[in-house]
């Protein structure tokens, strides 16, 4: 097997940074990958997977902070430009992005769920020489969007997956499901998929993560524990415009009350219990010099190490909204966009993946490493969990020449490479481990 | 005379309640005012002035605050889709709006000026049913603009002059000057058309704004007092982004040294020697929710009773916003983007216009009112002293449903016409007054 | 008669720059003035007039913003160390400083009364060699307490004017009510005697300042127009303490509440209706560095040109307050502690005193000065004029080293002169004016 | 052995207690301790102890956050009142508190020294009933002042070994040295102690503290990891002072400086490396309410997980501080009051104390408890550490009504012994343990 599995990474490289780098090129953020679901669906077709989206894949209202009906509508416009079929396009109208797609190879066997999230964010890409994406041609052809998580990487090694599965269908036994998912960031996209039953029989479900530490390429944590618990606030404060020079008492100012609230919020008191973050990531108020702001709208997401934590913060972070709203006298609209819950990955998975990758020259398997991040995939495992089934979320480690959500974010490919890798050897390991799969040839 | 002015007011009426509401309708923001400039120049024609406009009005580089290339290029589009011929387009590119109409009588007399102000607000126009423009359909078609000052009536005074001065140009003598200017929200504006020379030889210079006092139709100041001095600051913070739950410690917020600065700056101490304003209008930072961000910016305006009083806000203000910046460890740039000087309409006037409006039976002239607000007027008014003018500006009054700035911001139509007949019998007296004007037939 | 006034004023010079000097030495704030009030009733003593103490002279529960316990104690004790009799302290205890002195000269004629502020402030005095107290050792001998208003000069100026009558008691009629009013500073003082009834029957009201403009000695404001109507406030934040490093989320912080409180506080708008004020003096919060803090303690207090003015800042304050306790979720306690209202002085007065005073060589009267502060004095002109009498506060105006309560605060002494002389002959003046007073010897 | 300790134990407990509730009715704080050092010294008198105190304890110049010379003078005179002898003072004076007791046995053998913190803190204790020291009459008589982190019961530990080690003296051999620590709160005493060489030839290196985790008393952690680093900063904002009502532009407002500073300190960004703390502990500013404060004084915290994680936050610290001088113009003194830094326990005490107490009946060790606090016994155990002793911080569990530096502080008295116990049997264990000492008899 090791020669089969070594041969198909030396003949997929190029295949996957291609594919790679055409993501990268054309990021589109959560809920509006309208072409980059589509150019997948393409990379699909005549593998013999079956694929679904739309509402197939996702529940319509479990869905979390969806753009404004006028975003998607311009998104869907350039992906019509861009050639997706209109048939093809209406199906995910409205935000219903992202693509499952089913093997099933007739013979009994063990249920495996795989997931790759593929959205990109509003962060405009460095355009520095040292770049390697500038550099190399690839940089974001779409102005103020921008892979600067990796996401491009994770489509990359789905379709890789994919190819391999394809290839060996025949020899394989079970049924594979492949989730590429819609509008990770934000954790809005994850609990729609699960509502819609696809974790509901997963035996095994594997997903991983690349970069988050700065290690050398080839270096894989089997799996993940602390991933942050995460809420994701929109909170609008309206008040009264009134001209400010001539009658400034008559206005109730929005604006201000939403950078009173900025900074009360940042100063939320650290928790004896561990980790703790809050962000106000954007603020946007106001609609002239000498105008006193009736509006101002803000983005905000806090964390917590344990699902109590981020409860902690949350609860302190509407405390403190509604109290900024009283100190101007304004109103205070409040809605829950988005949200991820604490877990940890099983840790059995520690030594599956250390025995599964023995034989591997090109990966170094470490037991477990601390993601310190939020991940919507917290759902998935949950569910899988819930269901009797083992679930894990690996890292994929890189050197990072800048961290995640940074205009210069990139890694080095051969952590795709990695992750592809550990993928295939963890599945087959599990195939065999205890002879599930009479078909397997070796 | 009288019964020539009463005559012309009753047939004039129709004609300057048509063009306020067509300009209400069309509210185009300052240095944008490409279709505004051009249906201004379409009703001048035939009428025996001559049109100057672009640089022949402005100097370019004296025009403070000018929009974006991008805005300004989406404007212009607008303005060729919306009909006007693209080489009167030409002339107006990169923000050169407005328009100076002359009319020389060839006789020897004195010179006239008078400005008008023809710019509108980003402010959304109400649709309740009590606003009268809603109601009888001329409300703002441009979605987020609005005519919210009073412009539009102004720009419908100073057709309305030009229709008087051209039917009555045989019995005038002098030079007439009527000035179209552009931008004058956040003082922008008038500084560049007195540095191309337009108010040098003005022996009288007449100006008004409808409404700020909220009396009867028919009520005017001969002149006004207390124009606050104002500063326009634009100011950028720029930090560094990072991933907000993976490293918060990495980033330089930016969005957090605006929020905190806007907080400082409403807290600038009163001063003793009189009213100061200060108000952050907008406020725009971040890219993503989980992103820290990289950059703010912010557009800030800051008021005084006299220059003194506004060169203390300026500074403390400046001052504030360094030290903003120095908080969170971000950079900050500033740009001085708009300026109004304080001044006082001379108070001679008051005398003049009682007298020249003494046989009206629409108007109720009062010496002076105080403004309250900023007016970059007033380095037009400076500019007729230095050079042995006469400079006034009047006000007239209306009832007012709401302040300026104000969505549901409206106002009696006969205020217009009470300001129009002040003009123009003010014109009248002037040129009587001692006899200097041969050629006048009563 | 001018020759009696001239000849007194010479005379009685060494005794008030004594008596002032004396005063400033020995500074009291508000409602412990036991030493002063003592030391004025020796001065008093033998002159003809009747004393009034203690609760003959105030309302006791009128009284605003009475000193604790402890503190109005230890002063106790230190009066009768320094010599005040048992049984005349006995009468003030408990903060019931102050004297009226009523010269009856059993004549008919019209009831005047005067009123003199005798309390200080809680200052460090300068000892810098500039400072004439520091350099003629008439400096504060009480660390920390301060003569900083000038009420050392107006109790002088006060017993001046005793000397005066007294001496001029057999050629005069009618009544004279002398007005030693404690605790001025915070606009504690003057609602209690008020109350009492000493204002009922006043004929003429007259009182005056020394200071508040920087104009040569000897200029005299007849009167003053502008008294900003002022609410003194004290909050108390409760939150819960918790050790700082072991458990910061526990604690409930009243120092941040308080922190938060005050920069907002400063941050009220401007009001288009004219001057307003702010002012968070003291904050004391917290009792160790390591324990979260949980009681902070503030002194606040705002003001309006009108009564109306003062309301809204009132009531923005008290909302603000509010909402700040909720921002850390903190309990809050406000005490009203003082208020002054917004008056006027009776503009009659204006030629009353210009006539009185033509003749005098020292005098430069000025019908009417803006104050711009904020004074008790308030309800005592107030509840003249309810009754029908006339009420005016001058102002004596002086060269000032430094503004008023600033530690190097002082003025000219020839201001006291001034203001002494002003006072005797408007009372000589409305005697004579209209033959009133029949025994009246020029 | 054991049944010497067992015995010494039952025989010691009263006085353990009664000294305990001694030390916790006299409550002092850091280099105030003068009663308390004095009445420990004479519970050493007669027991065959050395006793170093005064400048032989400490190096003066490197304690750090001495009170002023106004509170050690009151406090010297309380003692010399309460019985202190007036020689044994002046050896004190000027904060020069504690005590060393050493104990020579003349025969070769290891070098122990022990630590024991004797310093209360400024909080108001509790006097509900629920309270045990209220209840059972040995709350603290001085007013503000309480033993809310457990020194007291850290003294009468001290003093039960000191009689434990007296009894044995002729059994033992080696040196023991006790230390008595001045001002651990704070973080302001054990470097002056390292300093003098105290800690430079131990070999074991024991202390510990009562309480920190809720748990049974009898469980006693055997080392101790996770110290936060600490330093203490005193700021100090230096303004300029103004009449608020008549010229709050003059003023420049240091207590606003301080407010703002506060907020901006509790919003310094979470570190991705561990824990943080922060803490503004305590306020005070301004001199009266119609005043703009002049001077406005803080006491300020830091913490972190590590020494880094310390040094990030003060130089954030430091940064906000003084841009929050610059927002109000007014100038900034800082002064560094304390520090500890960051250390751990020596792990292979896990094994010694669980070996040595193996066979007591009262006790449940556990390897390592996080104390997630600060102590500046971490400069001893660096000390001992570098001239290659082994270091412990104990933890002697208790359950807790209310958290340290809460009023109602307090802990189950058999967590004494169950310190007192372990250290017997940890120091009689490292003797046997390599038949160390001859001496020694079992």
Chains 1, 2, 3, 4 share one sequence.
Not at 106 to 132: M, Q, W
Not at 151 to 156: E, I, L, P, R, V
Not at 241 to 254: C, D, F, I, K
Request: aromatic share 8%; hydrophobic share 40%.
């Amino acid at each position: 097997m090791i020669d089969l599995v070594e041969q198909f990474m030396a003949e997929i490289e190029p295949y996957v940074i291609e594919q790679r780098r055409k993501r990268h090129g054309y990021p589109e953020i959560g809920f509006a990958e309208y072409v980059t679901t589509y150019e997948l669906s393409e990379q699909l077709t005549g593998k013999g997977f079956s694929l679904f989206y739309g509402t197939e894949l996702l529940t319509s209202e479990e869905r979390m902070g969806v753009p404004s009906d006028e975003f998607l509508k311009t998104n869907e416009q350039r992906a019509l430009d861009k050639g997706v079929p209109p048939a093809f396009l209406e199906k995910m109208k409205g935000g219903h992005t992202g693509l499952a797609a089913v093997l099933d190879t007739g013979r009994s066997g063990p249920n495996f769920a795989y997931r790759f999230d593929i959205d990109a964010l509003p962060i405009e890409e460095s355009d520095v020489a040292e770049h390697v994406p500038a550099q190399q041609a690839f940089r974001s052809q779409i102005t103020g969007m921008m892979h600067a998580c990796g996401h491009d990487g994770h489509a990359a090694i789905g379709l890789g997956l994919v190819d391999y599965l394809s290839k060996n269908k025949d020899r394989l036994c079970g049924k594979y499901t492949i989730l590429f998912q819609p509008a990770e960031e934000g954790g809005r996209g994850a609990k729609a998929i699960v509502d819609k039953g696809w974790l509901d029989d997963a035996d095994f479900f594997l997903s991983g993560h690349v970069g988050l530490h700065d290690l050398p390429a080839g270096t894989v944590a089997a799996a993940t524990s602390r991933f942050l618990a995460s809420s994701k606030i929109n909170a609008t404060f309206i008040g009264k415009s009134a001209h400010s020079g001539l009658e400034p008492n008559e206005g109730r100012n929005a604006l201000l009350a939403a950078a009173s609230a900025t900074v009360h919020l940042h100063s939320i008191s650290r928790h004896k219990d561990g980790a703790t973050r809050i962000n106000v990531g954007t603020l946007h108020a106001g609609s002239g010099r000498n105008i006193i702001a009736e509006k101002a709208f803000m983005e905000i997401e806090t964390r917590g190490e344990t699902n109590q934590l981020d409860e902690y913060m949350q609860q302190n972070a509407q405390r403190i909204l509604q109290a900024s709203a009283s100190l101007y006298d304004v109103e205070l609209e409040l809605e829950y966009v988005g949200k991820a819950i604490s877990t940890s990955a099983d840790l059995k998975f520690a030594g599956i993946v250390e025995r599964a990758c023995a034989s591997s020259k090109n990966l170094k398997i470490v037991p477990d490493l601390a993601i310190g991040a939020s991940e919507d995939v917290t759902y998935m495992i949950e569910r899988v969990r819930e269901r009797g089934g083992l679930a894990t979320f690996m890292i994929f480690a890189s050197p990072l020449p800048a961290g995640h959500h940074h205009p210069r974010f990139d890694y080095d490919e051969q952590a795709l490479m990695a992750g592809l890798e550990t993928l295939i050897r963890t599945t087959e390991y599990l195939l065999k481990e205890d002879g599930i799969c009479e078909s397997l040839v070796d």
